[in-house]
């Protein structure tokens, strides 16, 4: 077993707020192991099996759920998310840090079952632009982006409950403060373990 367990990171926030730039930008400056989802939704034109998701049934899914496989799950938009237990556990019991980019139910789970884990709320900076990234994706259909709509309005009134908000104005500086985050994070993280 690694010495010093690895720090859990969780990045949520309403569809549409831009998570998955701000976490991909977060890459490229630092390292840690992002989770694979397993999803039961089709694949987008461009996405891979094991490398954006793993793609099950509702059966498979279904079944690992019943195995208890996953940390936590959502219903989104008629489809199945869950995080892989094994596969963040064992990262951090060896030390890694890990990240997962999920939905704010998905995130209430992590917070009551995992209180060490660090939660960060990423938010729109408004409404206008929020659509437009909706739409801007262009994967969607206009009742697709009207459903994301109302459903990421809904999430938003769930910031409070998340320990850090950060404003996605600009990604830099969206990126700079979720590294400061972590950072501080960690010190705690290491302050605690020294006491014992
Ligand atoms: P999309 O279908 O656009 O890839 O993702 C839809 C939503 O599901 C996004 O808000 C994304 O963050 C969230 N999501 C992706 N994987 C998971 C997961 O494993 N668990 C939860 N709770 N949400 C997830």
Redesign the pocket.
């Given at each position: 077993m690694a010495e010093k367990k690895g720090k859990l990171y969780v990045v949520s926030g309403p569809?549409g707020a831009g998570?998955g730039t701000v976490v991909a930008e977060l890459r490229r400056r630092r390292p840690f192991a992002l989770s694979i989802?397993c999803?039961t939704?089709e694949p987008r034109p461009g996405e891979q099996d094991g490398r954006d998701y793993f793609f099950l049934s509702e059966e498979e899914f279904a079944r690992r759920q019943q195995e208890g496989g996953f940390l936590?799950?959502?219903g989104?938009f008629g489809h199945h998310?869950?995080?892989p237990r094994e596969q963040v556990l064992d990262r951090l019991e060896s030390g890694q840090d890990v990240l997962l980019?999920?939905?704010v139910?998905?995130a209430r789970q992590i917070r009551e079952n995992y209180p060490d884990a660090e939660l960060i709320f990423l938010m729109p900076p408004s409404d206008e632009v929020l659509a437009g990234r909706l739409r801007g994706r262009g994967t969607e259909t206009e009742e697709q982006v009207r459903e994301r709509l109302a459903r990421s309005r809904e999430e938003m009134a769930q910031a409070p409950n998340f320990a850090h908000t950060v404003v996605n104005d600009d990604l830099d500086q969206t990126v700079s403060t979720i590294e400061a985050l972590m950072d501080d994070g960690k010190e705690e993280t290491h302050a605690a373990s020294g006491n014992h």
């Amino acid at each position: 077993m690694a010495e010093k367990k690895g720090k859990l990171y969780v990045v949520s926030g309403p569809s549409g707020a831009g998570k998955g730039t701000v976490v991909a930008e977060l890459r490229r400056r630092r390292p840690f192991a992002l989770s694979i989802s397993c999803t039961t939704r089709e694949p987008r034109p461009g996405e891979q099996d094991g490398r954006d998701y793993f793609f099950l049934s509702e059966e498979e899914f279904a079944r690992r759920q019943q195995e208890g496989g996953f940390l936590e799950t959502a219903g989104i938009f008629g489809h199945h998310y869950g995080t892989p237990r094994e596969q963040v556990l064992d990262r951090l019991e060896s030390g890694q840090d890990v990240l997962l980019e999920i939905d704010v139910e998905g995130a209430r789970q992590i917070r009551e079952n995992y209180p060490d884990a660090e939660l960060i709320f990423l938010m729109p900076p408004s409404d206008e632009v929020l659509a437009g990234r909706l739409r801007g994706r262009g994967t969607e259909t206009e009742e697709q982006v009207r459903e994301r709509l109302a459903r990421s309005r809904e999430e938003m009134a769930q910031a409070p409950n998340f320990a850090h908000t950060v404003v996605n104005d600009d990604l830099d500086q969206t990126v700079s403060t979720i590294e400061a985050l972590m950072d501080d994070g960690k010190e705690e993280t290491h302050a605690a373990s020294g006491n014992h």
